[in-house]
C-alpha cells in the first residue's frame, strides 16, 4: 500500500521555523521525485519545491527561495522541508506528493499524495 505521511506542521510564530518530515512507503522511492505543496484556505494548491533522487531541487516561488530548503535521505525513504523566517503567509496545509521523472511544479501530474499537515504561522 503506498503511502505518504506529513509530519512536523503545527502554530509558529512569526519568524520561527518549522521542519517538516515527508515518510514514504509501498512504492520504490528512489524512482520519484518529491515535491512540497501547498494550500491556504481559498487559494489553489501551489508548489513549494521538489527534489529528485540525485538530489537536484526545483524551487517553484520566489519568496521561499532562501527561506526553504529541501532535503531527501533515499536510505529511510523520507524527504524533509526546512522553513526559517516563517510569515503569516505560508500559513496552510502542507503536503507531499510524488511522481516519476522530472520535478513538475503540477500539482496533476503527482500520482501520490499525503494527507497534508497543518502550518500556521501566527502571533
Known amino acids: 500500500q503506498v503511502q505518504l505521511v506529513e509530519s512536523g506542521g503545527g502554530l509558529v510564530q512569526p519568524g520561527g521555523s518549522l521542519r517538516l518530515s515527508c515518510a514514504a512507503s509501498?512504492?520504490?522511492?528512489?524512482?520519484?521525485?518529491i515535491g512540497w505543496f501547498r494550500q491556504a484556505p481559498g487559494k489553489e494548491r501551489e508548489g513549494v519545491l521538489c527534489?529528485?533522487?540525485?538530489?537536484?531541487?526545483?524551487a517553484f516561488v520566489d519568496s521561499m527561495k532562501g527561506r526553504f530548503t529541501i532535503s531527501r535521505d533515499g536510505a529511510k525513504n523520507m524527504v524533509h522541508l526546512q522553513m526559517n523566517s516563517l510569515e503569516p503567509e505560508d500559513t496552510a496545509v502542507y503536503y507531499c506528493a510524488a511522481r516519476k521523472y522530472d520535478c513538475s511544479n503540477y500539482a496533476w501530474e503527482y500520482v501520490y499524495w499525503g494527507q497534508g499537515t497543518q502550518v500556521t504561522v501566527s502571533s
Open positions: 509501498g512504492f520504490t522511492f528512489n524512482d520519484y521525485v
Open positions: 527534489i529528485t533522487r540525485r538530489n537536484n531541487i526545483a
